[in-house]
């Protein structure tokens, strides 16, 4: 029975559909379609029930889906174990934040490529949270403040950040000082997220109040330079602003806390070897910028 053929089908299971499992595969959909007929032609039943919807399992299927994904699992811990020191082979889906992943977490990915030649690296960019057991990925990495969830999460480093409007917007509406004047300003925000603040030696929660929504960082950077409100960010993002005063701080006396980025997976006893080895080099990158070669102690 061919591994790929029992890979390809628990693909297909968990994804919901051929297409897919082809895009998580990184295959067309005819060689997905091969695999599960072969596999069907071996076993002698019918493990999936295909339709203009999608595919669902049979009963026989959802009986086969675990053993096969076992299987799976027990074959890529061998080829772990045997392959030679440091080396590493198969596929790593990653989902990474589109506002901050393309300049900076995408070295990183690329230097792992350039070490491991055998490891097949696929990259998704968005600032939606993604479903990594639903879709497919290994990891995600992911910054601010982490949800509860049953997803494993190691810190890589922190991220700081700060309130910040357009001079314009504290003209016409003033600056706020404390978090009880905060919530009566328009807030540039993700979703329906919290605010965390320093008040002396506690940190506070405020639930700002908005107009304007994006799902994206550098989205909300225009709208703050626009004057539309008042914006939560990280500094990467609005450092350059502020340095050319399109972006004033506002709340310095309640800063938020430093937020953290975190490498996200499935839930599991050990990671895959390839989470680790990714998640080792996004340390040593957030330590070296934090700790630049040449800069002097504080």
């Known amino acids: 029975m061919d591994i790929e053929e029992l890979r390809t089908f628990v693909e297909v299971a968990d994804a919901g559909g051929v297409s897919a499992a082809a895009l998580r595969l990184g295959v067309s959909k005819s060689i ?23 595919a669902a ?3 026989a ?4 889906r675990d053993h096969a994904a076992r299987v799976c699992a027990e074959i890529d811990a061998a080829r772990e174990t045997i392959l030679p020191a440091g080396e ?16 900076h977490f995408a070295p990183i990915l690329a230097e792992m490529a350039r070490r ?7 990259t998704c960019y968005s600032d939606r949270f ?17 949800p509860d969830s049953n997803l494993i999460a190691r810190r890589i480093g922190p991220i700081h950040g700060k309130l910040v409007a357009s001079p314009d917007y504290v003209k ?14 328009q807030a540039l925000m993700q979703g329906t997220e919290a605010w965390q603040l320093i008040d002396g030696d506690k940190v506070i929660t405020v639930r700002p109040q908005g107009r304007f929504k994006a799902d994206n960082g550098t989205a909300l950077v225009a709208a703050a330079t ?12 609005t450092h350059e602003h502020v340095a050319s005063g399109a972006l004033v701080p506002v709340m310095t006396r309640h800063p938020p806390p430093p937020a953290g980025a975190y490498v996200i997976r499935p839930p599991g006893p050990h990671p895959a070897r390839k989470v680790r080895v990714l998640t080792e080099l996004l340390i040593e990158y957030c330590d070296r910028s934090a700790h630049p070669a040449g800069a002097e102690s504080a």
Not at 61 to 64: A, L
Not at 116 to 122: E, F, G, K, N, V
Not at 130 to 146: F, H, K, Q, S, T
Not at 173 to 182: A, K, R, V, W
């Open 116 to 122: 491991h030649p055998r490891l097949h690296i696929q």
């Open 57 to 59: 399992l049979t009963e």
């Open 61 to 64: 299927g959802t009986t086969f």
């Open 32 to 54: 997905v379609s091969r695999r599960l007929f072969r596999l069907e032609a071996e076993l002698g039943v019918q493990l999936l029930a295909r339709s203009t919807r999608g």
């Open 172 to 185: 016409a509406h003033g600056s706020p000082e404390t978090p009880e004047e905060l919530v009566a300003h």
């Open 226 to 237: 626009a004057g539309l409100g008042i914006a939560y960010l990280p500094d990467w993002l």
């Open 88 to 103: 590493l082979r198969g596929r790593l889906r990653v989902a990474v934040p589109f506002s901050l992943g393309p300049t």
């Open 130 to 146: 993604v479903d990594l057991i639903a879709e497919g990925y290994d990891c995600a990495i992911r910054v601010g403040y982490l």
